[in-house]
C-alpha cells in the first residue's frame, strides 16, 4: 500500500501507520507465553503460574513493548517505501477515534534531510594564509627551554629587585580602608618583569631590597577579570622577603643532551627545533584555511536545518560542557544548569556544515582514502618518542580511526573549496600565526 507523507513545514511531515489488532494481540500472547517460563510467584513453582497471573502482572509492559517494537518496524518500512531520509526521531501518537477496521492508528511526525543546495563556489573569496618559521622563533623557543631549566639564587641584602628576579613577598590591598578577596597573601612569589602582575605592581617592587615594605596606589583597569575591583584604586602594602637572581644554563652540549638530542651541537638543537615548529605551523595553518573555507562555503549555501538534529547536537555541547566543568574540578558538574538554547547558534552551525560537507564529499568523491589514513597518523606520531606505538595506538581502535578519517574527509574538503574559489594568499609572520588560534567548524 502506498504511503501518503502529509507536508506540516519546511522539513517536517506526517504519515499514518497502521498496526493490526490481532496481530498485536497474538504477539502479546506469545510474549507472555514465552515470560510465563520463567516467571516466579509466591504459591507456584517456576514455570508454573497461571497465565491469568502473568497476564495480570506483565501484560500492560508487555503489551506496550510490543507497540513500540511494531511501530518502530512499520515506520523504517513505511520511510523506505516512501524513500525518506529521516533526520531524527519520529514523535509518534495515537490517532483519536480509537480502531479503524481492527486496526490501531498512529501518527508519526517527523524532519526530512533537506536537499543540501550549494551555490558557485568559484564566486567565493577566501583569504589562504601561509607561514615559515624564521630564526628568531628558533631563538625565542631555545630562550624558553633556556627558562624552563634556570636555578635560582639569593641576592645580596644590599641589592635590589630586578628585571628576572623571583621576589617573594607578602602583600595586603585595601579599597577604602576594606580589605577585598584576593589582596591579601603571604609568601607569595613571582618574576618580576615578565607580566605575572600588573605593571604597577611590579614598577612598586622592582627596586625594594629584602625586608624592605612599602605602601603604593593602584589602579585596577577597567577590563580586569576581578569584576569587584574592576576600575577602583586600592592601596597595597607589600613586605619584599626574599629576592632571588635567575641563572639561565648555557646552550652546550650539556644542556642540549639533557633536552634528549643525542647530538649535543646547537645546530642539531635548533634542527630539531625548526622540525617541530614547522609541523605546529602546518596544523595551524591548515586550521586557519579550513576555517576560512568552511566560512566561506557556508554563505555559499542555503538549506533549512532539521530542528532535531540541532536540538541533539546542543545536548552534546552542554554535555561537553559539563564534562568540561568536572575535569576543573566543580563539584556537581553533572547537574549544572546549562540551558541548551545557549549552544543553539553553534549547534546550527556545526549541523549546516555536518550537511555541506556531507554533499561536498559524495558529489565529488572526497572520502578519505587508506593511504591519506596512514600518511596522517604517521604524522601526528612524529611529535612522540615513540612514533611505531602512537600509530599501533591509532590502528586498533575504531572510534579513533574514525576520528582521523573525520579530519582527513574535512582535510580534502578544504582542498577542494580553496581551489574551486578566488583565493587570495597572504603570508602571515610566525607570531601572527602562533598568537592566533585555529578555529574549528
Do not use: C
Not at 524513500?83 to 526521531?89: D, I, M
Not at 547537574?335 to 550537511?355: C, D, N, S
Amino acid at each position: 500500500m502506498a504511503v501518503t507523507v502529509e507536508t506540516l513545514d519546511k522539513l517536517e511531515r506526517r504519515i499514518t501507520l497502521s498496526l493490526a489488532g490481532d496481530v498485536l494481540k497474538n504477539e502479546v500472547d506469545n510474549r507472555l507465553k514465552k515470560l510465563a517460563r520463567t516467571v516466579k510467584a509466591d504459591g507456584f513453582r517456576p514455570g508454573k503460574v497461571p497465565m491469568n497471573v502473568v497476564a495480570q502482572r506483565y501484560g500492560y509492559s508487555v503489551q506496550y513493548e510490543v507497540i513500540n517494537d511494531k511501530l518502530g518496524e512499520a515506520f523504517a518500512q513505511a520511510a523506505q517505501e516512501a524513500q525518506l531520509r529521516v533526520a531524527g526521531q519520529p514523535s509518534i501518537a495515537e490517532k483519536e477515534g480509537g480502531p479503524v477496521e481492527g486496526q490501531l492508528q498512529f501518527d508519526a511526525t517527523f524532519e526530512v534531510y533537506p536537499e543540501v543546495k550549494i551555490g558557485d563556489l568559484s564566486a567565493i573569496e577566501i583569504e589562504r594564509a601561509a607561514a615559515e618559521v624564521n630564526d628568531a622563533a628558533i631563538d625565542r623557543t631555545v630562550e624558553i627551554l633556556r627558562k624552563q631549566r634556570r636555578t635560582f639564587a639569593q641576592r645580596p641584602a644590599a641589592e635590589g629587585a630586578a628585571d628576572g628576579d623571583r621576589v617573594t613577598i607578602d602583600f595586603e590591598g585595601k579599597i577604602d580602608g576594606v580589605p577585598f578577596e584576593g589582596g591579601k597573601a603571604e609568601g607569595f612569589q613571582f618574576l618580576v618583569g615578565e607580566g605575572q602582575m600588573l605593571e604597577a605592581f611590579e614598577k612598586a617592587v622592582r627596586g625594594m631590597k629584602s625586608g624592605e615594605s612599602k605602601t603604593f596606589p593602584l589602579a585596577f583597569p577597567e577590563d580586569y577579570h576581578g569584576k569587584d575591583v574592576a576600575g577602583k584604586e586600592a592601596d597595597f602594602l607589600v613586605t619584599v622577603n626574599k629576592i632571588e637572581s635567575q641563572n639561565l644554563p648555557e646552550v652546550n652540549d650539556a644542556f642540549i643532551k639533557s633536552l634528549g638530542l643525542a647530538d649535543g651541537s646547537v645546530d642539531a638543537l635548533r634542527a630539531d627545533i625548526q622540525k617541530n615548529l614547522a609541523r605546529e605551523v602546518k596544523f595551524r595553518v591548515a586550521a586557519r584555511n579550513k576555517a576560512a573555507a568552511l566560512d566561506g562555503v557556508l554563505k555559499a549555501a542555503e538549506f533549512d536545518v532539521p530542528k532535531s538534529l540541532v536540538a541533539a547536537e546542543s545536548d552534546r555541547l552542554v554535555e561537553n560542557a559539563r564534562a568540561d566543568l568536572k575535569a576543573r574540578g566543580i563539584k556537581d558538574a553533572d547537574k549544572a544548569p546549562i540551558p541548551a538554547e545557549m549552544f543553539t547558534p553553534q549547534a546550527e552551525r556545526r549541523v549546516r556544515l555536518g550537511l555541506i560537507v556531507a554533499e561536498l564529499v559524495k558529489t565529488n568523491n572526497l572520502q578519505a582514502k587508506p593511504e591519506q589514513l596512514q600518511a596522517h597518523i604517521q604524522e601526528l606520531s612524529q611529535s612522540y618518542e615513540q612514533p611505531q606505538q602512537v600509530v599501533a595506538w591509532y590502528m586498533s581502535d575504531r572510534q579513533r580511526m574514525a576520528e582521523v578519517e573525520a579530519v582527513v574527509i574535512e582535510a580534502n574538503v578544504t582542498d577542494f573549496i580553496l581551489s574551486q574559489a578566488k583565493v587570495t594568499d597572504k603570508a602571515m609572520s610566525f607570531e601572527e600565526l602562533m598568537g592566533q588560534q585555529g578555529q574549528q567548524g
